[in-house]
């Protein structure tokens, strides 16, 4: 049995679904959370059901769950986590409409229903720069002349990238954004999609094979920088892309786009003394976009509403 046919499909939906698309789906606390967001939501009677795939998982494998979806009347959507950008590669084909960002990052991370269509979103731009602005303060950068430092270049780091590099944030972005990767054809995407920005912030792309090229970079950064774990390190795999004698920047503030697993990263940061952030925030955000989006929904990104979200997943964290 091949790759492709190895895919195992759910039964077609008996109610409203919401898939979800990543590589340990079951032990997201997502799974926990979702039922008690619907009821507080009033979604009525919906199902979350995961999808598990293997990292970089053949092209067929990414084109039968996206053709199941979009054939099953009541499979209403999909949140896709680690796989974005190659389940767009495969699968661009098959959406009946793309979002201008989804288009530009080259990523799926929301599809969604309308009238029957197949529609393809990035909500990562917004939902990154949500969990930034809720642990940076408006004017950090500018402050602080500090940089930025993109451990790997899937999806998640270009909409970071993007989000920090907008020209009409003014003066109150980062001095400069480092992006590595292990491959060497991630960053050239990466460098495809500033190009199209345009952005006057420098963005180094540095091919790091090794974790002590990571370690190169770390070495070299700016007071205060932002030193970020997109490689999906610490949840998604083993380790971290860092070795324990990596030295931070001083200020330098850690954050972990992983909120569950292992998080050596985080470890490492907490042992250099440096501020650390985990990904629950960019959890909360992501996966709010993505409800609003597919069950058209107005959703807050703060106040009371989304408070009280926060506190249902809170106690129900894993």
């Not at 970079?217 to 030193?227: D, H, N, P, Y």
């Not at 250099?272 to 629950?280: F, I, L, N, Q, T």
């Not at 609003?292 to 894993?318: C, Q």
């Amino acid at each position: 049995m091949n790759a492709a046919s190895s895919v195992v499909l759910p039964a077609p939906a008996r109610v409203p679904t919401l898939y979800f698309i990543g590589v340990t789906t079951g032990k997201s606390s997502i799974q926990t959370v979702f039922p008690r967001w619907a009821a507080e939501l009033g979604l009525g009677d919906v199902r979350l059901q995961g999808i598990d795939l293997p990292l970089h998982a053949p092209r067929e494998s990414y084109r039968r769950v996206v053709e199941f979806i979009a054939g099953d009347p009541l499979s209403v959507g999909a949140l896709v986590t680690t796989h974005k950008i190659d389940l767009y590669a495969a699968c661009v084909d098959l959406f009946d409409e793309v979002d201008e960002l989804a288009r530009l990052m080259g990523e799926t991370s929301c599809l969604s229903k309308r009238d029957g269509r197949l529609v393809c979103h990035a909500k990562d731009p917004i939902s990154s720069g949500l969990a930034i602005d809720a642990f940076l303060p408006a004017g950090y950068w500018q402050e602080t002349g500090a940089e930025v430092f993109l451990m790997g270049a899937g999806g998640s780091a270009i909409a970071i990238s993007w989000f920090l590099s907008r020209p009409h944030r003014g003066a109150d972005r980062p001095s400069r954004i480092v992006v590595s990767n292990r491959s060497a054809a991630r960053l050239e995407h990466v460098r495809a999609v500033h190009a199209e920005l345009g952005t006057d912030v420098p963005v180094e792309l540095v091919h790091a094979p090794q974790p002590t090229d990571n370690d190169d970079v770390l070495a070299g950064l700016a007071a205060g920088s932002l030193v970020v774990n997109a490689t999906g390190l610490g949840k998604d795999g083993p380790g971290s892309p860092l070795t324990d004698a990596a030295r931070f920047p001083d200020g330098a503030v850690a954050w972990d786009l992983n909120y569950r697993g292992d998080l050596v990263f985080l470890d490492q940061a907490r042992r250099a003394g440096v501020r650390v952030e985990d990904g629950w925030v960019y959890f909360l955000h992501g996966w709010t976009q993505v409800i609003a989006e597919v069950f058209a929904l107005d959703m807050p990104t703060s106040g009371p509403r989304f408070d009280a979200l926060g506190e249902i997943a809170a106690g129900n964290r894993r």
